[in-house]
């Protein structure tokens, strides 16, 4: 199925236990839904589940521009409110598990797990006083 976002037609599949706990499945770099459906098969009896080309990927269309990783937590955050998806289970995978790892921090989600995720902690800058304290 798809559903046109930010000029971008995105690419998905549903399907499962529909009034129940939604997973969303969101694949690595290079990837489509063909590498995360099957870690969702098992899952369909019991769960909603959803499945997503990133924008460029898959059958999904090129983005208009170049896309943040912003761009594609606000591209999957309008997806996910348009199919009435709410505090979502992400599975995320390499690049979708930053993805994840962000839409998380910006909205409620029920769970997060991830696999092979990148994450960056954000370094402080240091004063030179700092840095000759702790270095005595």
Request: glycine content about 6%; some cysteine.
């Given at each position: ?103 998380a921090s910006k909205y409620s989600v029920k769970k997060l797990i991830l ?16 840095k000759t304290l702790k270095t005595l």
């Amino acid at each position: 199925m798809f559903i046109k976002i930010k000029d971008t037609n995105i690419n998905y599949v549903r399907y499962g236990m529909e009034n129940k706990d939604t997973i969303v499945l969101l694949h690595g770099w290079g990837q489509n839904i063909e590498m995360m459906k099957p870690v969702a098969d098992p899952f369909e009896n019991d769960f909603d589940i959803i499945i997503v080309d990133l924008p460029g990927y898959g059958k999904s269309s090129e983005p208009p521009y170049a896309f943040t990783v912003d761009d594609y937590v606000e591209c999957i955050k309008e997806l996910l409110d348009t199919l009435k998806v709410k505090n979502p289970i992400l599975i995320g995978h390499s690049f979708g598990g930053k993805i994840s790892l962000l839409y998380a921090s910006k909205y409620s989600v029920k769970k997060l797990i991830l696999f092979a995720s990148p994450f960056k902690k954000e370094i402080e800058k240091l004063s030179l006083k700092t840095k000759t304290l702790k270095t005595l």
